[in-house]
């Protein structure tokens, strides 16, 4: 196991919503439910609501539906998120989209540290379209949550498998460098952050993993450097916060 931080997972931004609304309601309007039949706060609820027996196809919009499970993800509500994201994908015809939202259903499962779920959806998404912008995601979220489960050798397989088809994706390059240097491999860990870093993924967490491998590799002097920097890095961050 591994005592990297990592505070979020990647999942996708979805539409957002155009027009205004009154109150805080997640619900799409054909998903309102009358208080004097069923408790609002029933997390229950819309599973039920959403059971293909008892809603048709076409009275839901799944790209409306991937936004509440969005803004579910957004205020932390990731068990009902998980629930969202796999109506998405019963009710939407469009293979994009089943995978973005299974995709996004892995996501939610790994902020809740449910990573044998987290495998499962990941790997639903990949049945997909293996070569998109998702299925890249999908990957790289894949490979962090087997090395969560204890799983190191096929976390590897699937981070390279990730920088395979986008190499534009910093943080796919991130997590084979980190992988990378798990194994002993210093030198090609420090090209896999590198690569990060060129592509904008820039903080904290990378450079204090590249300076690790530098200190693997002898170099003390650049390693500190990048040290001070994180430091640097947090006292801001931390700060921000604050103020």
Do not use: C
Not at 100 to 119: P, R, S, V, Y
Not at 152 to 175: C, K, M, S
Request: no cysteine; hydrophobic share 35%; aromatic share 8%.
């Amino acid at each position: 196991m591994t005592d990297r931080e990592r505070e979020d997972h990647q999942f996708s931004e979805g539409q957002g919503f155009d027009d205004t609304y009154e109150g805080f309601d997640l619900e799409p309007p054909e998903l309102e439910v009358d208080p004097d039949k069923v408790d609002p706060v029933d997390s229950r609820v819309l599973t039920d609501m959403l059971d293909r027996r008892n809603v048709s196809s076409d009275a839901v919009d799944p790209e409306q539906l991937l936004d509440v499970g969005l803004e579910y993800m957004h205020i932390n509500r990731h068990e009902q998120a998980a629930e969202t994201f796999e109506r998405v994908a019963q009710f939407t015809e469009d293979e994009r989209l089943q995978q973005e939202a299974w995709t996004n259903k892995g996501a939610a499962h790994a902020q809740l540290e449910e990573w044998d779920a987290a495998i499962g959806a990941y790997k639903e998404a990949l049945n997909f379209n293996e070569e998109s912008d998702h299925a890249a995601t999908a990957e790289t979220n894949l490979a962090y949550a087997l090395w969560e489960s204890g799983r190191t050798e096929q976390a590897l397989e699937h981070a390279e498998r990730a920088v395979e088809i986008d190499p534009r994706f910093g943080e796919a390059w991130y997590n084979r460098g980190f992988f990378l240097l798990e194994r002993g491999l210093a030198e090609d860990a420090v090209d896999a952050f590198d690569n990060a870093i060129r592509l904008s993924f820039r903080n904290a967490d990378v450079l204090e993993e590249k300076a690790r491998a530098l200190e693997e590799l002898g170099k003390y002097d650049e390693a500190e450097e990048l040290a001070e920097e994180v430091e640097e890095l947090r006292d801001e961050a931390e700060q921000q916060l604050l103020e």
